[in-house]
């Protein structure tokens, strides 16, 4: 039997935005309510390496920084079930004054009965309530050897397009990382890869973003959706990024 008040909240900024997805992690998930919402002082980031070898999606903690994504009610148990599967991952407390709905969103974004318990509940009892994210343990920024591949980039999108087209921007946007020019530490070796040169003292980078439709690399995706969705995805994904996206390779490339 669910509780009659969620008390165990997790922020989902990656692949834990698309319901399928997590689903597959806890399935009793599949259609569960959750709320969009704008987290204040945290930063998205291409910044943790995966066991298949690709970069996934990590967050740090940064003043003046905003992220938007989902918060998911989850039991105890469920909880841990998404530490398992978030290995590599700490689990950290987020505050809820640091957290408000989504500016941009329509109000009827916010109608559902669990939405509103959520938005009552992080404003008049913030100390009944866990926030929690998961912070990536090490720093591990894309490489050509370790790239971020399409089809985990199609899963976030297939998230964020069921909330809204501006959610979905807001995500190819402000997401650090897409190249290595707006990675926040330049300095940290797990930028430079044998592959980069130096040209007149400028370190001259190797773009780390490869599609993978046709021999999917995430274990999570969903491949049908990929290839029959990837014309519309790739139109996004140009639109707003249009210069770090001309630089996308082929897998085999």
């Known amino acids: 039997m669910r509780p009659l008040t969620w008390l165990n909240y997790v922020f989902g900024y990656g692949s834990l935005i698309c319901s399928k997805s997590r689903s597959l992690t806890a399935p009793e998930t599949l259609d569960r309510e959750v709320t969009p ?10 910044a943790k390496r995966s066991a ?26 469920e ?5 398992e599967r978030e290995k590599g991952y700490d689990r950290m407390p987020l ?25 009552r509940l992080i404003k008049e009892r913030p ?12 720093n591990q920024y894309p490489t050509p050897e370790h790239p971020i591949v399409q089809t985990y980039v199609d899963t976030i999108l297939r998230g964020c397009l069921s909330i809204s087209d501006e959610f979905a921007t807001e995500f ?7 190249h290595p020019e707006e990675i926040p530490a330049l300095d940290d070796e797990s930028v430079i890869s044998s592959s980069d040169s130096e040209d ?14 046709d021999d999917p690399v995430y274990i999570r995706g969903d491949p049908t959706y990929s290839r029959q969705n990837s014309d519309d995805l790739d139109q996004l994904l140009k639109k707003h990024r249009p210069g770090h996206f001309r630089h996308r390779r082929s897998k085999s490339a």
């Open 79 to 83: 909880l841990l079930q998404f530490d």
């Open 95 to 119: 505050r809820p004054a640091d957290v408000e709905p989504v500016p941009f969103l329509n109000p009827k974004h916010y109608q559902g009965k669990q939405q509103q318990q959520f938005l």
């Open 127 to 138: 100390d009944d309530v866990c926030l929690w994210v998961y912070v990536q343990q090490e």
């Open 52 to 77: 298949t070898g690709m970069t996934a999606m990590g967050v740090r903690f940064q003043e003046g920084a905003e992220c938007v994504g989902v918060f998911l009610p989850l039991t105890d148990a």
């Open 172 to 178: 190819i946007k402000n997401t650090k990382g897409w």
């Open 37 to 46: 919402v704008l987290v204040h002082g945290l930063e998205r980031t291409w």
């Open 200 to 213: 007149d003292g400028i370190v001259m980078f190797e773009p780390s973003w490869i599609d993978d439709r």
